[in-house]
């Protein structure tokens, strides 16, 4: 059975490639890997770029690479232009995704919300990795965005729901029973009613347990919650390793949260916006504390 991580992304390539098929703004150039890991995104989208000598053109074609590091999705992708921008939010070594990352959404989304910054429609001037471009554009914003077209593809649409009477709910099983039969047949009737209700329970707690696998893999903690609650009502018990998954979801939380604090903070620091990454770095709240023995 393939990883979480692996069917995240195996999972992001199939949303990428029906989202993007028809698109004629943004469009999936090369990839790497099987699941890929590397992606090289073109964008036909209105930009601005600065010359050597200060003066800002209009760019209309860009190149973005995302790498999908060993710790994503937990971690946010590094992703980068590999052409010319002039952008608050984005330098020639990185692009200031952590203001917006979350484990949760897809690839795809992020993409998008990248190709809405090259055009302008989305920036932050508060905690710039362009400093210069953060003045000009806080001056120019009656003038932006550079590109005011909708960058987003309709979402893919989702399989055709199979119709109800093709796989009817399992029922347990009807048995007749006639009068004048005794006690007996009512007892051996209930025992199997019984036990054809434990088995669709089964199977349903079990379905709850793949979709539990799922979500921890999208790093979907509040999903994982919810689920151990369903999982709890349909089985009437929580086992020592769901027990153990309801332990850990406070700390993986903390964990994501300092993950993208962090990264979100280097960025500030690699961009000398000092007292913009120790307010960052401040604002983290105390770890949770162990569960009592």
């Not at 905690?127 to 120019?140: D, M, Q, V, Y």
Request: glycine share 4%; aromatic share 6%.
């Amino acid at each position: 059975m393939s990883s979480p991580r692996i069917r995240r992304l195996q999972g992001d390539y199939e949303r990428m490639k029906r989202r993007f098929a028809n698109s004629s703004i943004i469009r999936i150039e090369s990839t790497d890997g099987l699941p890929p890991e590397k992606y090289i995104i073109a964008y036909s989208i209105a930009g601005l770029y600065a010359e050597p000598d200060g003066t800002l053109k209009e760019r209309s074609q860009h190149r973005l690479e995302v790498n999908l590091t060993l710790g994503y999705p937990r971690r946010q992708p590094q992703c980068k232009l590999l052409t010319p921008i002039f952008h608050p939010n984005i330098t020639e070594s990185s692009v200031c995704s952590g203001d917006f990352y979350a484990a949760s959404e897809g690839l795809d989304d992020l993409v998008i919300r990248i190709g809405r910054m090259i055009a302008y429609q989305e920036f932050n001037v508060k905690s710039p990795l362009n400093g210069i471009a953060a003045k000009w554009a806080e001056k120019n914003d009656s003038r932006l965005p550079v590109d005011p077209r909708e960058l987003a593809p309709s979402e893919p649409s989702p399989p055709a729901a199979e119709s109800p009477e093709a796989h009817p709910e399992p029922r347990p099983k009807e048995i007749a029973i006639k009068i004048g039969q005794g006690s007996g047949a009512l007892r051996m009737a209930s025992r199997a009613a019984d036990s054809s209700l434990k088995v669709t329970r089964k199977d349903e707690a079990n379905a709850i347990l793949r979709q539990i696998d799922e979500a921890w893999g999208l790093h979907d903690f509040d999903k994982v919650q919810h689920l151990l609650a369903a999982h709890a009502a349909v089985s009437g018990e929580m086992s020592e390793d769901l027990h153990r998954i309801k332990v850990s979801l406070e700390s993986e939380r903390y964990l994501d949260e300092c993950s993208r604090t962090c990264e979100s903070a280097a960025a500030k620091i690699r961009s000398k916006a000092f007292s913009t990454a120790v307010a960052e770095l401040n604002s983290l709240p105390a770890p949770p504390q162990p569960p009592s023995p």
